[in-house]
């Protein structure tokens, strides 16, 4: 009498069966990954395009950009000075940013009303209010609201940053994922001939000036106008000084008001809403990614905006010069093929 065969696997067979499967998921993950990671840098660089045709938009506006910092409505900028002079350091304190300034043209204009009413007016040039001294009607700090178009989805850092306050107790900031660019400075300041507000080294935003696209003179498509922030703190073990950066946040310029900044921590936020080139230090994704333009948590690069809209990504390896040109808007060095 023949004997019936079973319809079922045999253990052997049933084990190639879940072996082939896992090698398959095992070659489609990397795949599901890589496109997870090309919507969401698609997705960062929206949120720039966005955040530049705001720029473009204030522009139509005011006839110029926002400064990188300072107070609100400063358009005679009777306050106006670069970031350093022949006398040390000023920016030390706290003051709102282009984050700030630009909310209307990003849609957020009633943010930008609530942070009036508790107390910003456009008739001051500096202000002491700033962050989570202000509240909203519930009695939430205004410095703790989340903007989406200002963070990267990619970037895995908690929404706020933490910043220090005088009393070095910490402080919850809105995170953003993107700074102004400052251009190449802070490589010498020993001399007053780098301080005018129109040297070749500047870049399209500083502390209580504003520029305009006629400051441009190495063309808007050839200049930065915002660049992108990773929003985990500097690896103090790689850094020069000693000192590590946090994240960005979009409210502005966030320093610890009246104390030094190589004061009571080694943590330090101020380079908050603005981002340099100069060196090894800050090429893109360099040690110095808390102070750079160009620094993120995608795979081998950074999003930039140009000046004119049109946004960027530039690889670890994009040249230091290259990236320092085209950093500066009056230098007179045109770089293709960044």
């Known amino acids: 009498m023949r004997q019936k065969r079973s319809l079922g696997f045999t253990l052997v067979e049933l084990l190639v069966v879940i072996a082939i499967i896992g090698i ?15 919507a969401r840098r698609t997705t960062c660089m929206n949120n720039l395009r966005q955040q530049a045709i705001a720029m473009h938009n204030y522009q139509s506006t005011f006839s110029e950009f926002p400064a990188g910092f300072s107070g609100w409505g ?8 670069p970031l350093y002079t022949p006398y040390g350091w000023r920016g030390l304190g706290n003051y ?31 202000y002491e209010q700033f962050g989570l001294d202000q509240v909203d009607a519930n ?83 050839n200049v930065v106008l915002l660049g992108e922030r990773r929003g985990e703190i500097e690896d ?6 000693g000192f590590a950066n946090q994240g960005a946040i979009w409210m ?35 040690p110095h990614w808390g102070r750079g333009v160009a620094s993120s948590s995608h795979p081998a690069g ?9 946004v960027q990504f530039l690889n670890d390896n994009t040249d230091i010069t290259a990236l320092e040109d085209i950093s500066m808007r009056a230098d007179g060095a045109v770089v293709s093929g960044f």
């Open 74 to 81: 400063n358009s005679t900028h009777q306050f106006g000075e």
């Open 24 to 38: 398959l998921i095992g070659m489609l993950l990397p795949a599901v990954q890589q496109v997870r990671e090309a």
């Open 139 to 221: 009695g939430r700090p205004i410095g703790s609201f989340t903007i989406p178009v200002y963070m990267c989805p990619t970037d895995a850092e908690p929404d706020q940053n933490q910043m220090y306050t005088e009393d070095t107790t910490l402080g919850f900031y809105g995170k953003s994922n993107y700074v102004a660019n400052a251009g190449k400075i802070w490589e010498s300041y020993s001399t007053t001939t780098v301080y005018g507000p129109n040297h070749e080294w500047r870049g399209m935003f500083m502390m209580n000036i504003s520029t305009s696209f006629e400051d441009c003179s190495d063309g808007s498509s």
């Open 302 to 310: 950074a999003n930039v905006a140009l000046t004119d809209a049109s």
């Open 96 to 126: 709102w940013g282009w984050g700030a300034f630009i909310l209307p043209q990003l849609e957020q204009k009633n943010l930008l009303e609530l942070i009036e009413v508790s107390g910003i007016s456009r008739t001051n040039g500096l």
């Open 236 to 241: 103090i073990t790689l850094t020069s000084d």
């Open 252 to 286: 502005g310029r966030f320093n610890r008001f009246n104390i030094s900044h190589l004061d009571n921590t080694t943590i330090r936020p101020g380079f908050s809403c603005m981002g340099r080139t100069g060196g090894t230090d800050h090429a893109v994704n360099g």
